[in-house]
């Protein structure tokens, strides 16, 4: 992950695009790109939509991460760190014997 955030920041720097990647425009860039990603599947069924834009699909997705990895950059936060523990809390409330095979909110289990 740090070496995938440091080519994203070289390539920002590069630019000269630092200027513009401040928390508020870099998580307003992250939801654009992840609605550009949802467009993909607008009106077509997944095998549909995988079948026609994968490549877009791909680059959008690559967008996302790019856009995520940036505001990791500038909140000075360790995704992998942060993900450990969110996964860690989900665990905790979603337990396995619970909701296995559910679709319900933790709160409904």
Do not use: C, T
């Amino acid at each position: 992950m740090k070496h995938l955030r440091e080519k994203a920041i070289k390539f920002r720097d590069d630019h000269g695009w630092g200027k513009f990647h401040n928390p508020k425009d870099l998580a307003i860039s992250l939801s654009l790109e992840a609605s550009e990603l949802l467009e993909n599947f607008q009106w077509k069924s997944d095998k549909e939509a995988i079948a026609k834009n994968i490549d877009n699909i791909k680059d959008e997705m690559a967008d996302v991460l790019i856009y995520l990895l940036m505001l990791s950059e500038e909140l000075n936060v360790d995704l992998e760190r942060v993900v450990e523990a969110k996964l860690q809390k989900n665990a905790e409330k979603y337990p396995v014997e619970k909701a296995y095979g559910s679709n319900k909110k933790y709160n409904e289990l």
